[in-house]
Structures are given as structure tokens and as C-alpha cells.
């Protein structure tokens, strides 16, 4: 299975949404084997899941909380992200590590959190420049995939993105995603043993048509997690359509 989803990030109002929707609707044929998934802001997660959840498009929250309901001003639960028409949630984004501090230990209750409510949560995990650096990427990756061992197995995607390569338009060079991407496949047989749970792995961080057919020659890459080239519908159909 190749799977493509869209990160749209705090980016488009209803109206652009629309007419993205509208857009990727004309040059998007369904194909077998593919899934492909949009993460829009939460205030046009309706819209978005209205407009491409009848042809089989996929629609992810960008961030859910752990409680169901209460006094968390500000926060959006996991049953309203179902209600809004999700039917997966972005957990751990590094942006979401990085600027809201988002620790390991939160995520694993998210992950729980997203299961009960029957939506796929689609783990981001990735090592800093600093962490390459110092050679510490391997660990910092089995530090944020331990988190299974708190919430036990269950249907899940993974994204691999060195933060360096978010939003920089430097990705990264297909040896170092052909050695993360068999890590992280290592750990979640690993984590995931005996059970049936098949997890693709996608890769995100400057992704474009340009660079995808590449990336997914690299074993264990399923496909990606695109933010900026997602904001074209034109480049972003051009990456499913790579992925078939
Ligand atoms: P980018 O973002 O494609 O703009 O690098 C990817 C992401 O943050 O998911």
C-alpha cells in the first residue's frame, strides 16, 4: 500500500480549501493500492471531509487531545475530530515537538486516545539537525517509536522527517532515508510482533514531484507527508499519481 497525505499546516482559508478540493477533484482518479489524505485546519475539517470523502480521500486532524471532553480551552478531542468527518489524526509532528512541547509520554496517551475513538493516528517522528549530527539519530528514533511499548500495537502510519528537511527544501539524501526507514521498520516488528498490523512508513520533509519517484524506490518508504508542495492541487495530484 502507498499512501500520500497532505499537510497543510496552519495555511488556506475555507475558501481556498474549497477551491483545492474542487481543483485536485478534477485532475484526481481513485486507484487501487493508494490512500491519500488531506490534514486541514480544524475550522474547515467539515468542508474538506465533505467535499473528498465521497471519492475515498482520507481527513486528518492535525492534532487531537487526549480527553474526550472538559475544560481544555483551546484543544479539540478526538471524538470532535471524528465528528468533523476525520478519520485519522497527526500525532507528534516535529512542529507540534518543537513549539507546543509535545513530549513522548503525551503522545503515547494520544495514540490510545485516537484508537478508542476509531480514528488512524499517523505518528510523525524525526531527529534534529544537532541530533544527526552528534550521530544520534538512530537512538532519538527508537526513543520515539518506545512509545509502543506503553500503548501496545494497534493500526497506525508512520511518517519519518528529519526536522533539517521540513520546510527547508533540503531533503534528505536517499541513503540516510534507506537506513532510517529499515531502523524504524526493525523497531516496529519488533514492537509490533505476533500481531497482524501491516505499518507503512512514509517519509516527509521537502517533499515535490521532483523528488518522489525516487524516494519511493528506497525500500520501505510507502509514500509521503507533504507540506508545502501539498498547497498546489496541481503538484499534489501529481504526487498521487506518482505514487500508483
Ligand atoms: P514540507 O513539510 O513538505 O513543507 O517540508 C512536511 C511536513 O512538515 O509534514
Redesign the pocket.
Known sequence: MRCVVA?W?MNLASREARAFCEDLLGHFTPQAGIEVGIAPSFTFLHLVSELVRPIGLQVFGQNGHAEAKGAFTGEVSMPQLRDAGCSGVLLG???RRQFFGETDAALATKVKAAWQWDLLPLL?IGETLAQRDAGQTLEVLRQQLSILAETGPGPLWV?Y?PVW????GRRAEAAQVREAHAFIRGELNRHLAGTDYVVPILY????TPESFPELLTIPEVAGG??????LDPRKFAELVKQAG
Open positions: 499537510n499546516k509532528h516535529s512542529e510523525c511518517a522527517e528537511a521540513i520546510g527547508t516527509g520533509g521537502s517533499v507527508l507533504v507540506g508545502g508542495a501539498s
